[in-house]
């Protein structure tokens, strides 16, 4: 009797699985511990080798934060880690997230100078618990 192997929906689910995983700063050792598995189960439910069974994958949404539709439907886009860049997208995120909201700001205003989206307007910053009121100048050519 062949062995059933996991098809289209299981490695959709072992994406979003590891998707969620990183967006929450852990490593599969780590996340291996939360769920009651060692990290090369962990790694087998990531790349859809082992299937998750429903009362695993309950108990995987409460260690991720997540729901379980967000895990086993997902919102018809292609799990993130399936693109390229997005694994950096992720970690960017997790650091992100981390900040003060005042530092948030800061970096969000210090991306769009980068990407030339920057547009002039008086701001308060907030660094450092100072107030760095400041004018945005766009330079002229």
Known sequence: MPTPRAGEIDLAIGKRIKEARIARGLNQQQFGELIGVSYQQAHKYEKGINRVAASRLVKIAAALQVSVEDLAVGDGAPPATDRPGDRMRLEVNKRFVKLPTQQQRFVLMFLKG?????????????????????TLIEDSP
Request: charged share 20%.
């Open 114 to 134: 980068l990407a030339g989206e920057l547009e002039p307007e008086t701001t308060t910053m907030g660094i450092g618990g100072q107030d760095n009121s400041a």
